[in-house]
């Protein structure tokens, strides 16, 4: 019996990835560093073992799956190529895995997360479904019929990808420490549109997407009339959305999500669309829009006293303004506060006026420091830089953020890639 040694456990798609091969009776273990990720909970609850990155825990008989951020130069990689043993990258290992499936990729810039969160809750409600969530979330069903997985376009790993069906949410100029403009990277998006080998459900409101060419057919969804699936006559409460969905120009059901925003629409369109094609029951799909609970850090919800503090991954300009929003249509007569942490100066640096403008959206703005990557040369930008272009905001440490309490009966909400939760876990120790 293979066992499964993933190295770089922790990781959003290696630990939902280890859920998977756990739920499929496989053996699986994995190491990591010994800080606490918010993705090992999962793993622990499944009883899947965290070793501390060391080469003895390469023994005879393990299968290596090497997580992206690790080189070839890492210890338990040298010494597993010492012993001879299988080493399979993440996304190689997930190009070969998903072959035995009806495979459905989510790519974009930005939704890729929330939006196969709610495919998959679709999906598995009407069919025996696996799936992989970049928030490391994994379920591994004996049977399943599909695979649902999110495909990152980070240094074109989903190149290894050549899945049934992809959903195409946008595509956006982002990681600017690899793509050197929004060219390269449609490229990279046209590329894997190729592989695709039966349909590509693709947001056909974005100006890039629109050129996007397959050998298979591309259908548009969103909100202009010439999609192929198109969402009109949005009413927006305080307790979500509904909206009414023409196929082709033909008025085809009504349907309801417990969500804010536009960007919330248009990920259930999608879902929509594909479920449309692949023929799943119209009032299935419209029952299970409704009951969807969302994904981790992404619009995460707790209250506290009079506040409402909110918990996301936006850390981009076009997240950031989609998650202001949709917070402005949940909660239209309280301040929104943001909290902001950079991820990246090569991200910072490239963005630096779109971040202002979109934070500007906010009442209040509070900064934390950027959150650097190790490979990164750091210049002389600072978070300085950005407050300069924020009228009135403020940068607060992790432990000052008591000055968050004088914002009574506000939406508070905590943004961003890297650490930006230890923030909010200040600032509840603080108000307990």
């Known amino acids: 019996m293979t066992i ?20 499929m009776k496989f053996e699986v273990q994995g190491s990591d560093y010994e800080k606490h990720f918010f993705t090992q909970d999962a793993l622990e609850q499944s009883g899947i073992t965290i070793l501390p990155f060391q080469k003895e825990n390469i023994k005879p008989g393990l299968t290596l799956i090497a997580g992206n951020a690790f080189p070839d130069t890492h210890e338990e990689i040298q010494e597993a190529m010492k012993l001879g043993l299988p080493i399979v990258r993440y996304h190689r290992f997930l190009g070969d895995f998903m072959q035995n499936f009806t495979s459905v990729a989510i790519t974009g810039a930005h939704g890729k997360t929330s939006t196969t969160g709610l495919l998959s809750h679709v999906i598995e409600g009407a069919k025996p479904t696996s799936y992989l969530i970049g928030d490391g979330t994994g379920k591994g069903q004996e049977g399943a019929e599909y695979f649902v997985f999110e495909a990152c376009e980070y240094r074109r790993h989903f190149l290894s990808y050549f899945p049934d069906y992809a959903i195409m949410t946008n595509i956006d100029f982002d990681h600017p420490d690899y793509f050197a403009n929004i060219e390269d990277v449609f ?27 397959a050998k298979v057919p591309v259908l548009f969804y969103g909100f202009g009339e010439e999609n192929d699936y198109q969402a009109k006559n949005l009413v927006k409460t305080t307790n979500g959305t509904s ?35 692949e023929e799943i029951n119209v009032d299935v799909v419209k029952e299970l829009l409704t ?48 909290v902001f942490q950079p991820h990246t100066f090569t991200r910072t640096q490239a963005f630096l006026e779109d971040f202002a403008e979109s934070l500007r959206l ?23 830089d950005l407050q300069d272009k924020i009228a009135e905001s403020e940068i ?21 890639a890297g650490d930006i939760q230890k923030f909010q876990e200040s600032y509840e120790k603080q108000m307990i």
């Open 243 to 277: 909206f009414d969905v023409f196929i082709r120009n033909t008025f085809f059901d009504t349907f309801s999500i417990p969500a804010f925003g536009d960007h919330s629409v248009l990920n259930a369109l999608a879902v929509i669309g594909l479920c449309h094609y």
């Open 291 to 338: 009951t969807f609970q969302g994904v981790k850090r992404r619009f995460t919800e707790k209250r506290i006293g009079t506040q409402i503090l909110i918990d996301d991954y936006a850390h981009h300009p076009t997240e950031i303004k989609a998650t202001i929003q949709a917070a402005k249509q949940k909660y239209p007569d309280q301040k929104i506060v943001a």
């Open 362 to 384: 906010a009442d209040k703005t509070y900064l934390c420091e950027i959150f650097g990557s190790a490979r990164e040369n750091h210049g002389k930008l600072s978070i300085k």
């Open 4 to 23: 499964y040694h993933f190295v770089g456990i922790k990781g959003s798609g290696m630990s939902a990835l280890a859920q998977v091969l756990h739920d």
């Open 187 to 213: 490229s990279a998006f046209q590329e894997m549109a190729i592989q695709v080998k039966k349909g590509i459900f693709a947001y056909g409101d974005d100006e890039q997407l629109q050129k996007i060419q």
């Open 396 to 416: 607060i440490t992790e432990e000052h953020t008591s000055v968050l309490n004088e914002h009574s009966n506000s939406v508070i909400i905590f943004m961003g």
